[in-house]
């Protein structure tokens, strides 16, 4: 009779959790009449606000800080027996993971970069195909991490798969001609639209800055090109208000202080080429300052060319680069 209840206790403790859960659901006791939650002592009302077509919940007051946003549904647990109430205590110290938004480039038509991009080891939140039509797809929820960014750095953060949204844009690259030059695919002017309204609408919703709007080459300079140098962020910023450029009197004013030394007699020292590194390194790039013009550098002058000059991107940086590097240096410090 002992061993046979042993050998029953030992088939109950084998059981797995999901079939435990399952035995104690069928015996549970009759649960006790729930307990009124009583709302603490100081309560904080929630406030709840419709902004644009976005339901949006703001549990606190929307104009002490504007983090307590939340867009569509908040996920909270929900404990077996207890209940976790959303509303009472609304914390003001929080903001939003979403800190930056990547642009990129498929290097596929619209049907393999759907299929690539939902069925393998890739992934972005959007995907922005190439009809002139008005849908944009989404692929990936915009509070969970998509793998489109990889190796990548900008200023003190690194791997920005872990922060950033996501624009996979259908596009298919570039190619090489006859002198090894990369000759880019132009982007229709009904794809850029979709684009910028999707960046703007995204950038304002999670207040990312203008220095954390970015192309994929710019956070991996050397390993990625897209969007590349057809990418309009010049019109970005004019017309949509988003992301960095540079001002054109501010340029000029460099551009003139240059051509007027000797530029191509400095440019090639070592203090000259170290000093443009730190700029380099300061604006947001992971380029280590060495004195050399090594390889990475020039990629890196290259990358900065395809975002800030895109009529030129040789990878030499000339009075013109320099002048614009200096203007962006100032203006986002
Ligand atoms: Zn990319």
Same mark, same amino acid.
């Given at each position: 009779?002992?061993?046979? $209840?042993?050998?029953? =206790?030992?088939?109950?403790?084998?059981?797995?959790?999901?079939?435990?859960?399952?035995v104690?659901?069928?015996?549970?006791?009759?649960?006790?009449?729930?307990?009124?939650?009583?709302?603490?002592?100081?309560?904080?009302?929630?406030?709840?606000?419709?902004?644009?077509?976005?339901?949006?919940?703001?549990?606190?007051?929307?104009?002490?800080?504007?983090?307590?946003? =939340?867009?569509?549904? #908040?996920? =909270?647990?929900?404990? !077996? *027996?207890?209940?976790?109430?959303?509303?009472?205590?609304?914390?003001?110290?929080?903001?939003?993971?979403?800190?930056?938004?990547?642009?990129?480039?498929?290097?596929?038509?619209?049907?393999?970069?759907?299929? +690539?991009?939902?069925?393998?080891?890739?992934?972005?939140?959007?995907?922005?195909?190439?009809?002139?039509?008005?849908?944009?797809?989404?692929?990936?929820?915009?509070?969970?991490?998509?793998?489109?960014?990889?190796?990548?750095?900008?200023?003190?953060?690194?791997?920005?798969? &872990?922060?950033?949204?996501?624009?996979? #844009?259908?596009?298919?690259?570039?190619?090489?001609?006859?002198t090894?030059?990369?000759?880019? +695919?132009?982007?229709?002017?009904? *794809?850029?639209?979709?684009?910028?309204?999707? !960046?703007?609408?995204?950038?304002?919703?999670?207040?990312?800055?203008?220095?954390?709007?970015?192309?994929?080459s710019?956070?991996?300079?050397?390993?990625?090109?897209?969007?590349?140098?057809?990418?309009?962020?010049e019109? $970005?910023?004019?017309?949509?208000?988003?992301?960095?450029?540079?001002?054109?009197? +501010?340029?000029?004013a460099?551009?003139?202080?240059?051509?007027?030394? &000797?530029?191509? =007699?400095q440019?090639?020292?070592?203090?000259?080429?170290?000093?443009? *590194?730190?700029?380099?390194?300061?604006?947001?790039?992971?380029?280590?300052p060495?004195?050399?013009?090594?390889?990475?550098?020039?990629?890196?002058?290259?990358?900065? *060319?395809?975002?800030?000059?895109?009529?030129?991107?040789?990878?030499i940086?000339?009075?013109?680069?320099?002048? #614009?590097?200096?203007?962006?240096?100032?203006?986002?410090?």
């Amino acid at each position: 009779m002992r061993k046979s $209840l042993y050998i029953i =206790s030992l088939g109950i403790s084998l059981l797995s959790c999901e079939t435990q859960n399952k035995v104690v659901q069928t015996v549970k006791p009759k649960p006790t009449p729930q307990k009124q939650v009583q709302p603490p002592k100081i309560v904080k009302p929630p406030v709840e606000t419709e902004r644009g077509e976005y339901f949006t919940v703001n549990l606190a007051d929307a104009a002490k800080n504007d983090n307590t946003i =939340s867009f569509g549904s #908040i996920v =909270s647990a929900k404990p !077996a *027996q207890y209940n976790v109430v959303k509303t009472y205590f609304p914390a003001l110290a929080q903001n939003f993971r979403q800190k930056y938004l990547v642009l990129h480039y498929t290097a596929l038509d619209d049907e393999k970069s759907i299929r +690539v991009l939902t069925e393998q080891t890739v992934s972005a939140h959007y995907l922005v195909n190439d009809l002139d039509d008005k849908e944009i797809y989404q692929l990936v929820d915009e509070n969970k991490r998509a793998y489109h960014a990889g190796i990548s750095a900008w200023r003190k953060d690194k791997n920005l798969n &872990d922060n950033s949204i996501g624009i996979e #844009i259908v596009n298919m690259g570039f190619t090489s001609d006859a002198t090894g030059k990369k000759v880019f +695919v132009p982007f229709p002017e009904y *794809q850029f639209k979709k684009v910028a309204a999707l !960046a703007k609408n995204i950038a304002t919703r999670y207040m990312i800055p203008p220095t954390n709007i970015l192309g994929h080459s710019d956070i991996a300079p050397g390993r990625k090109q897209d969007p590349g140098p057809n990418f309009p962020w010049e019109r $970005l910023y004019k017309e949509y208000q988003l992301g960095m450029w540079y001002d054109d009197a +501010v340029k000029q004013a460099f551009y003139d202080l240059a051509v007027s030394t &000797d530029f191509q =007699s400095q440019v090639i020292t070592s203090p000259f080429i170290f000093k443009v *590194q730190t700029m380099l390194q300061g604006f947001g790039y992971d380029v280590q300052p060495s004195g050399t013009m090594d390889d990475a550098t020039k990629k890196t002058i290259e990358t900065f *060319q395809y975002h800030f000059r895109p009529a030129n991107y040789d990878g030499i940086l000339d009075p013109e680069t320099y002048a #614009i590097l200096q203007a962006l240096v100032q203006k986002y410090p």
